[in-house]
């Protein structure tokens, strides 16, 4: 490292735990905040200077071979967004009007949406209160001669049982797309997430891990899609070939859109991959000071604290407490407010959502989901989390059950 680029680091860390301390004297708490490697800004830097910013330049390059060998990923395309990896995973396994999809409620619309857009339906499937993740006891029972595909979402960075849901999918003949946008640098036994049905979909969002302010991955594990996949993602050409010296020009090929992300951001999210297994033993620290020191709640029996199977790595994405009922989970959230502490609850079950009930389902059709969600709390969580910050919290939780 150069002492210029050092420098830098050093002064971005200093002026992160100077923020950090001032926030925490004046009780401030944020539920979620970004972080920093240090080397952002030089990156950003070289792709301007490379004289190419659109995308697939230098960085999106280097991103994509990072997250193929990490994850010994077949192939790895980056996207604008995960959302767009969701669309163009969907787009692929051409779903057409009719077809079913079975998935979870308790997750957010991208999921649903980006099957939706091509005509499908959805087939709302309950999930397990220990993992909230699709109770996949329940899945056999919910395919029918229209199901096309499964998407498991892998809620907190938790793995889906994706052993049983591979054995349906394989089965039945389903395509098993991943929502992993949580789950980016987790395992399912010796697998990472993203990398075990026949597409994973992660997301680089601010909230995330590792994040790009916006951005996100489609990872093909069935490379008969990938020459499709580029086409698809290069609004339906065979630009990417071009680039590459396949064919003297590219032409319109099929339908597509561009989920291409600016090189710029791909910059930024490289400086963030470098550090990915630093930034997961930082956030496992933060995650086993909660556990610990709340763990007296699930055994007074006031909170339910997250679960980890034993076939799953997690890569610590948050920490939630779920109480007792919906007027217990409001109360501590209000409380903590009061002492400048953000904390919130998750995704809204879509079935009971406006949308959910133009669809025909309603209140009741999923108990747990609908339980599990009134009742859940995430703390705050970000990587640069300060240990007085921390405790502080935890503090401030211990007083209110007092």
């Excluded at 150069?2 to 708490?29: L, N, Q, V, W």
């Excluded at 006031?302 to 989970?329: G, I, T, W």
Aim: net charge neutral; with cysteine.
């Amino acid at each position: 490292m150069s002492t210029i680029s050092r420098k830098r680091k050093d002064c971005i860390g200093k002026d992160r735990a100077e923020e950090a301390r001032a926030r925490y004297h004046m009780r401030h708490i944020p539920f979620n905040k970004p972080s920093f490697t240090g080397h952002e800004l030089h990156y950003i830097c070289k792709a301007v200077l490379s004289g190419k910013i659109s995308g697939d330049g230098i960085y999106t390059e280097k991103c994509s071979r990072f997250l193929e060998k990490k994850f010994n990923a077949p192939r790895v395309l980056l996207t604008n967004s995960g959302t767009a990896a969701l669309e163009l995973a969907s787009i692929l396994i051409d779903l057409k009007e009719g077809d079913e999809v079975i998935a979870p409620s308790y997750t957010f619309p991208s999921t649903i949406n980006a099957f939706m857009l091509r005509g499908a339906k959805p087939v709302f499937v309950d999930i397990h209160p220990d993992t909230m993740n699709i109770d996949v006891s329940l899945v056999a029972s919910r395919i029918t001669r229209k199901t096309r595909a499964i998407y498991p979402v892998h809620y907190a960075g938790i793995s889906c049982d994706m052993g049983t849901i591979q054995e349906l999918a394989k089965k039945h003949d389903l395509a098993v797309v991943e929502d992993a946008a949580q789950g980016v640098n987790s395992k399912y036994k010796n697998e990472y997430l993203g990398t075990i049905g026949t597409f994973g979909c992660y997301s680089f969002h601010e909230t995330k891990n590792v994040m790009a302010g916006e951005g996100g991955a489609l990872v093909i594990n069935d490379t008969r899609f990938t020459a499709r996949a580029e086409i698809i993602r290069e609004k339906g050409t065979d630009r990417s070939k071009h680039f590459r010296g396949e064919v003297d020009k590219y032409t319109w090929q099929e339908i597509g859109s561009s989920y291409l992300p600016s090189d710029v951001l791909a910059a930024f999210l490289f400086a963030q991959l470098e550090a990915i297994d630093e930034i997961t033993r930082k956030r496992k620290k933060i995650y086993d000071t909660y556990f610990d020191s709340l763990r007296f709640l699930e055994k007074e029996g006031k909170a339910k604290l997250p679960f980890v199977p034993v076939d799953c790595v997690p890569n610590f994405h948050m920490f939630y407490l779920v109480l007792q009922s919906e007027n217990a989970r409001d109360e501590l959230m209000k409380d903590l407010s009061t002492h400048g502490i953000t904390s919130v609850f998750h995704f809204i079950p879509l079935h009971t959502s406006p949308m959910g009930r133009k669809l025909g389902w309603k209140d009741g059709d999923l108990p747990v989901t609908e339980s599990m969600s009134a009742r859940l709390l995430r703390l705050p969580f970000y990587n640069d989390m300060l240990e007085e910050e921390q405790v502080y919290v935890i503090e401030k939780i211990r007083d209110f059950f007092r």
